[in-house]
């Protein structure tokens, strides 16, 4: 699943909501298709596969937490960018989305200026990558165990491909880039969703967490700082 250069999807049953929406993201250039329902957006993405998905949780028959796991579970989609748009704003809602496997949370009312900012920083993160070309950027860590390639966007782990969200896979290149580094979680931040991104520290806890459940036995070279961040082991 190639996503479309130019499409947005906007999953938000509130017509003057799902209206604004679509007003700013066209002000991007975007040609935006707005569903009202988490079905149909669910069906929207596979028809279309979009540069970037913006979703409601409270939808009228699938939540928007069901969509976006559905999203996820689709051949390729760790490529499309998928930004919760939700009045739900607890920690327990934030990290529910994260971890359903959204990359980014804003919660409602919200400013315009900051959606076209987290739309756009999450444009430019899969414009990196399709830049980074085929075999820029391969890396092997772990002794072979685990592989890196940021040109077609794969993880090997044992030979075997993990299926990670484009946040996910970002922020595990940013860390294994320097082995043995700390980096903090105001660094993962910024290398990841922008200099000028304000997000929750618990949103890089989840996301680490994910990560390391998905890499199964080499999840433990992501390793843990108390009271700094986190690094990526040279050994297990």
Same mark, same amino acid.
Do not use: W
């Given at each position: 699943?190639? !996503?479309?250069?130019?499409?947005?999807?906007?999953?938000?049953?509130? +017509?003057?909501?799902?209206?604004?929406?679509?007003?700013?993201?066209?002000?991007?250039?975007?040609?935006?298709?707005?569903?009202?329902?988490?079905?149909?957006?669910?069906?929207?993405?596979?028809?279309?596969? !979009?540069?970037?998905?913006?979703? *409601?949780?409270?939808?009228?028959?699938?939540?928007?937490?069901?969509?976006?796991?559905?999203?996820?579970?689709? !051949?390729?989609?760790?490529?499309?960018?998928?930004?919760?748009? @939700?009045?739900?704003?607890?920690?327990?809602?934030?990290?529910?989305?994260?971890?359903? %496997?959204?990359?980014?949370?804003? @919660?409602? +009312?919200?400013?315009?200026?900051?959606?076209?900012?987290?739309?756009?920083?999450?444009? #430019?993160?899969?414009?990196?990558?399709?830049?980074?070309?085929?075999?820029?950027? #391969? @890396?092997?860590?772990?002794?072979?165990?685990?592989?890196?390639?940021? %040109?077609?966007?794969?993880?090997?782990? *044992?030979?075997? +491909?993990?299926?990670?969200?484009?946040?996910?896979?970002?922020?595990?290149?940013?860390?294994?880039?320097?082995?043995?580094?700390?980096?903090? #979680? *105001?660094?993962?931040?910024?290398?990841?969703?922008?200099?000028?991104?304000?997000?929750?520290?618990?949103?890089?806890?989840?996301?680490?967490?994910?990560?390391? #459940?998905?890499?199964?036995?080499?999840?433990?070279?992501?390793?843990?700082?108390? %009271?700094?961040?986190?690094?990526?082991?040279?050994?297990?």
């Amino acid at each position: 699943m190639t !996503p479309g250069t130019h499409l947005a999807v906007v999953v938000e049953d509130e +017509p003057e909501i799902a209206e604004l929406i679509r007003f700013h993201l066209e002000q991007l250039g975007l040609q935006v298709q707005v569903a009202s329902d988490g079905r149909r957006g669910l069906e929207l993405v596979k028809s279309v596969s !979009p540069a970037v998905l913006l979703l *409601d949780l409270m939808l009228p028959d699938l939540s928007g937490l069901q969509v976006c796991q559905r999203v996820r579970a689709l !051949p390729g989609s760790a490529s499309i960018p998928i930004i919760m748009v @939700t009045a739900k704003g607890t920690e327990a809602d934030i990290v529910a989305g994260l971890e359903a %496997g959204a990359d980014d949370y804003l @919660t409602k +009312p919200f400013s315009p200026r900051v959606l076209v900012a987290r739309v756009q920083a999450a444009l #430019r993160r899969v414009e990196r990558e399709h830049e980074a070309g085929i075999d820029t950027d #391969r @890396t092997g860590l772990l002794e072979g165990r685990l592989l890196i390639d940021l %040109g077609r966007h794969v993880v090997l782990v *044992d030979g075997k +491909p993990i299926e990670l969200t484009i946040t996910e896979f970002q922020l595990l290149h940013y860390l294994a880039s320097r082995p043995g580094f700390v980096r903090t #979680r *105001d660094q993962i931040i910024a290398a990841v969703h922008g200099r000028n991104t304000i997000l929750s520290s618990r949103t890089v806890d989840v996301h680490v967490t994910a990560i390391r #459940r998905k890499l199964g036995g080499v999840g433990v070279a992501v390793e843990t700082v108390r %009271g700094v961040g986190y690094r990526f082991s040279e050994a297990l």
